[in-house]
Protein backbone atom coordinates (compact mmCIF):
# COMPACT_ATOMS: atom_id res chain seq x y z
CA UNK A 1 0.00 0.00 0.00
CA UNK A 2 2.57 2.68 1.19
CA UNK A 3 4.73 1.39 -2.00
CA UNK A 4 1.57 2.34 -4.42
CA UNK A 5 0.76 5.88 -2.27
CA UNK A 6 5.21 6.76 -3.14
CA UNK A 7 4.71 5.59 -6.47
CA UNK A 8 1.50 7.78 -6.88
CA UNK A 9 3.05 10.72 -5.86
CA UNK A 10 6.18 10.24 -7.86
CA UNK A 11 3.88 10.45 -11.26
CA UNK A 12 1.38 13.22 -9.75
CA UNK A 13 4.89 15.24 -9.51
CA UNK A 14 6.23 14.55 -12.86
CA UNK A 15 2.87 15.46 -13.97
CA UNK A 16 2.99 18.78 -12.30
CA UNK A 17 6.56 19.30 -13.33
CA UNK A 18 5.80 18.71 -17.15
CA UNK A 19 2.29 20.65 -17.19
CA UNK A 20 3.07 23.82 -14.77
CA UNK A 21 5.11 25.86 -17.34
CA UNK A 22 3.13 26.06 -19.96
CA UNK A 23 -0.06 26.61 -17.16
CA UNK A 24 2.09 29.42 -15.93
CA UNK A 25 2.97 30.70 -19.13
CA UNK A 26 -0.94 30.35 -20.30
CA UNK A 27 -1.75 32.62 -17.31
CA UNK A 28 0.88 35.31 -17.21
CA UNK A 29 1.56 35.94 -20.59
CA UNK A 30 -1.76 34.77 -22.24
CA UNK A 31 -4.21 35.54 -19.74
CA UNK A 32 -5.87 32.43 -20.47
CA UNK A 33 -6.40 30.63 -17.47
CA UNK A 34 -6.51 27.15 -19.06
CA UNK A 35 -3.81 24.02 -18.15
CA UNK A 36 -2.43 23.75 -21.51
CA UNK A 37 -4.82 24.26 -24.49
CA UNK A 38 -8.20 25.70 -25.26
CA UNK A 39 -8.78 24.92 -28.56
CA UNK A 40 -10.10 21.41 -27.93
CA UNK A 41 -13.54 22.22 -29.15
CA UNK A 42 -12.78 24.11 -32.08
CA UNK A 43 -11.06 21.41 -33.53
CA UNK A 44 -13.43 18.94 -32.40
CA UNK A 45 -16.15 20.84 -34.70
CA UNK A 46 -13.92 21.16 -37.38
CA UNK A 47 -13.15 17.69 -37.65
CA UNK A 48 -16.90 16.57 -37.11
CA UNK A 49 -19.35 19.08 -38.92
CA UNK A 50 -21.41 17.81 -41.30
CA UNK A 51 -18.85 19.12 -44.54
CA UNK A 52 -15.93 17.92 -43.32
CA UNK A 53 -13.75 16.55 -45.30
CA UNK A 54 -10.90 14.93 -42.74
CA UNK A 55 -7.68 16.91 -44.62
CA UNK A 56 -8.81 21.04 -44.41
CA UNK A 57 -9.74 22.90 -41.75
CA UNK A 58 -12.67 24.09 -42.90
CA UNK A 59 -15.56 25.97 -40.71
CA UNK A 60 -18.68 26.26 -43.01
CA UNK A 61 -20.00 29.75 -41.45
CA UNK A 62 -16.65 31.00 -42.52
CA UNK A 63 -14.49 28.69 -45.52
CA UNK A 64 -11.28 28.80 -45.43
CA UNK A 65 -10.44 32.00 -44.30
CA UNK A 66 -11.49 31.78 -40.90
CA UNK A 67 -9.87 33.65 -37.63
CA UNK A 68 -10.30 32.19 -34.04
CA UNK A 69 -12.03 35.32 -33.36
CA UNK A 70 -15.01 34.42 -35.90
CA UNK A 71 -15.17 31.06 -33.52
CA UNK A 72 -15.43 33.09 -30.61
CA UNK A 73 -18.33 35.01 -32.24
CA UNK A 74 -20.19 31.71 -33.09
CA UNK A 75 -19.95 30.47 -29.35
CA UNK A 76 -20.48 33.50 -27.86
CA UNK A 77 -23.80 33.41 -30.64
CA UNK A 78 -24.55 30.13 -29.80
CA UNK A 79 -24.38 30.67 -26.03
CA UNK A 80 -26.63 33.51 -25.72
CA UNK A 81 -29.20 31.41 -27.93
CA UNK A 82 -28.98 28.85 -25.96
CA UNK A 83 -29.79 31.16 -22.86
CA UNK A 84 -26.10 31.15 -21.28
CA UNK A 85 -24.14 33.93 -20.78
Known sequence: M???V???LILAAGCVI???PVTLRNI???HDKVLIASQGGINFYIGNNPYADGT???IPE???TWQYSDC???VQ???SRMGGH
Open 62 to 64: FGN
Open 18 to 20: IVS
Open 72 to 74: EYL
Open 56 to 58: SAV
Open 28 to 30: FIG
Open 6 to 8: IRF
Open 2 to 4: RKS
Open 77 to 79: KET
